[in-house]
C-alpha cells in the first residue's frame, strides 16, 4: 500500500464530498429541484456531467482491459460515437429540451408518457421497469470498477472498496439530489479530460514515439494493431457493424438525456457540442492507447482490466498517481450517481405516482427518493460483490438494452411523430430489451453486439405495431 497515493485519492474524495455538500446546501424544492436541479445548468456543467456520465469507469477499467485482449479494433466504436452525439447534441438533444420544458417533463420516462400516453400510465410503467431492471446492473458494473481501481492502488479488499465507494456516493446524492450529481461531475470530468488527454501522450513518448510505440505492440501479436482483431467477411462485419450499433446506442441512454431535459437553455446545448466531440474522441483514444500499452509494459497481468491503475502505480510518482487514480475514481462516481438518480427517479416518482390516486407532497416526493436511493445503493453493492462478469460485458449489456429500448422511440418521437402511437413505443420498448437480452444471453454477442439486433428489432416493433393500431390511438399532437 502506497501512502502516498492513498492521502492524495482521500484528499480529492473530500474535495468531491464538499461539493457535494455544497450542493446540497441549497434548497431543494420537491420533485423538480431534486431530479432536475431547476433547469439551471450551463454549457460547461451540462457538458461535463453528460460526458462524464457517458464515459464511466467503463472507460478506464473496461475500454482499457479490452483494449489490451482486442487490439485496436474497439476503436470502431468512434464512428459510432460520432453518430450518437452527433445525433444527441445537434438534432434530439434540443428537441427534447424544448419539448420536455414546455410540457413538464422530469425525467425521460415522464416525457414519453406525457408525449403519447396522455390518459394513463402504461408507458411510464413500462418504461420505469426497463430503466429499474438494467440501470441496477449498470451501477454494479461501476462498483466493480471501483473495487479494482483501489484494491490495486491502496491494498484493500476487494469487496470494502466497492462497499466504501458506494456508501461515498449515495451519501453527496442523499445531500442534494440533481444538483450534487451535477456540480461533482463538473469537477471529475474535467479532471477526467485531463488525464485521458495526457497519460497515453505520456506512454507514446516513453515508447519512443509513436512508430515505435505501434512497432512494439505489432512484434507482439499483429492482429493488435489490425482494424478486424484479425478477423476477416462477414466476421469483420460483425465486429465494425456491432461497434458501430454500439457507440449510436448512446441517443437511448436516459442518464444522458436527463443532461438535455435539464439545461438551461438551447444555446447551452450548441455551446456543448464542440466540447464533447473533443471529449469522446480523447476518451476512446486515449483508452486504446492505454490498453495497447498495457501489452508492451505488462503483458502477464492475470486481469486486463486492472491494467490501467497497475500502470499508473508504476509509471508515476505517487502523487501524480493518486491525482489520475481520482480520475479513474471520478469517472466512477459520475456514473454510478447518474445512474443512481434516474433509478431512484423511475421508482420514487414515475413508477410510484402511476398507482398513487393523490400526489405525493413535494417533502414527501424527496424523501421516498431519498429513502429508494439507500436500498437501491444496497442492491447494487450485493449484485457487485458477487461479480457475475467483466465491467467491459456488463456495461456492454446494460447499455445495449437501454440503447435498444429508448434510442429507437426517442429517435422516432422526436423526428416522425406522426410515425409513432403509443402501442408502438410500447412495442419498441419491449422488443428492443428482450432482442437484446435474448442476444446476449444465447452468447451470439461474438458475432455482433447485441445492440444491433436490438435496435432494428425495436425500430421495426414501433413503425409495424403503431401502423397496425393506428385506429386504435393516434400519432401524438404537434408541440
Not at 501522450?201 to 515505435?212: C, D, E, M
Not at 457493424?241 to 454500439?246: A, C, K, N, T
Request: some cysteine.
Amino acid at each position: 500500500m502506497n501512502t502516498t497515493i492513498m492521502i492524495v485519492l482521500f484528499l480529492y474524495l473530500a474535495i468531491v464530498f464538499i461539493t457535494g455538500h455544497l450542493a446540497g446546501r441549497r434548497e431543494v424544492k420537491g420533485e423538480e429541484g431534486f431530479y432536475t436541479g431547476d433547469r439551471e445548468f450551463g454549457f460547461w456543467s451540462t457538458t461535463m456531467s453528460a460526458c462524464a456520465t457517458d464515459s464511466s469507469g467503463w472507460v478506464f477499467i473496461g475500454a482499457c482491459g479490452w483494449a489490451f485482449v482486442a487490439g485496436a479494433s474497439v476503436l470502431w466504436m468512434v464512428p459510432g460515437f460520432i453518430v450518437g452525439y452527433g445525433l444527441n447534441w445537434f438534432l434530439l438533444g434540443p428537441k427534447l429540451r424544448r419539448q420536455g420544458k414546455k410540457i413538464g417533463a422530469l425525467s425521460v420516462i415522464d416525457f414519453l408518457n406525457k408525449r403519447l400516453d396522455r390518459d394513463g400510465n402504461t408507458i411510464r410503467i413500462v418504461g420505469s421497469i426497463v430503466v429499474i431492471l438494467f440501470f441496477i446492473p449498470y451501477m454494479a458494473s461501476q462498483l466493480t470498477a471501483a473495487g479494482k481501481t483501489i484494491s490495486t492502488i491502496v491494498g484493500w479488499d476487494y469487496n470494502t472498496c466497492l462497499v466504501s465507494g458506494a456508501i461515498f456516493v449515495v451519501a453527496y446524492c442523499f445531500l442534494g439530489g440533481y444538483r450534487s450529481v451535477i456540480w461533482t461531475d463538473t469537477v471529475q470530468g474535467t479532471l477526467m479530460l485531463i488525464v485521458l488527454g495526457v497519460f497515453p501522450i505520456y506512454l507514446i513518448a516513453s515508447s519512443g514515439g509513436f512508430t515505435s510505440f505501434f512497432t512494439q505492440v505489432a512484434a507482439i501479436d499483429p492482429i493488435l494493431v489490425s482494424p478486424g482483431a484479425g478477423a476477416t467477411g462477414s466476421a469483420l462485419l460483425g465486429i465494425i457493424v456491432g461497434y458501430l450499433f454500439y457507440g449510436a446506442a448512446s441517443i437511448g441512454q436516459p442518464h444522458i438525456l436527463q443532461r438535455f431535459l435539464s439545461a438551461k437553455d438551447s444555446k447551452t446545448l450548441r455551446q456543448g457540442s464542440i466540447i464533447a466531440t473533443v471529449w469522446f474522441n480523447v476518451m476512446m483514444v486515449g483508452s486504446n492507447i492505454v490498453g495497447l500499452a498495457g501489452r508492451i509494459r505488462m503483458p502477464g497481468i492475470a486481469d486486463p482490466e486492472y491494467i490501467f491503475p497497475a500502470m499508473v502505480e508504476a509509471s508515476f510518482h505517487p502523487i501524480i498517481a493518486g491525482i489520475v487514480v481520482g480520475a479513474i475514481f471520478a469517472a466512477i462516481q459520475s456514473t454510478y450517481s447518474s445512474l443512481l438518480l434516474v433509478d431512484v427517479q423511475a421508482i420514487a416518482s414515475d413508477l410510484t405516482n402511476s398507482f398513487r390516486r393523490e400526489p405525493l407532497s413535494e417533502a414527501g416526493a424527496v424523501k421516498l427518493g431519498r429513502m429508494t436511493m439507500v436500498l437501491l445503493g444496497v442492491v447494487s453493492i450485493l449484485l457487485a460483490v458477487a461479480n457475475i462478469d467483466t465491467v467491459f460485458l456488463l456495461v456492454v449489456y446494460a447499455w445495449s438494452v437501454l440503447g435498444a429500448a429508448f434510442g429507437p422511440l426517442i429517435m422516432v418521437l422526436l423526428l416522425w411523430p406522426s410515425s409513432i402511437n403509443k402501442w408502438g413505443a410500447i412495442a419498441g420498448m419491449v422488443v428492443g430489451a428482450l432482442v437484446t437480452s435474448i442476444w446476449y444471453s444465447a452468447g451470439l454477442g461474438k458475432i455482433v453486439f447485441e445492440t444491433c439486433p436490438g435496435m432494428i428489432a425495436a425500430f421495426a416493433a414501433i413503425f409495424i405495431v403503431s401502423y397496425l393500431t393506428r385506429h386504435i390511438d393516434k400519432a401524438p399532437e404537434k408541440i
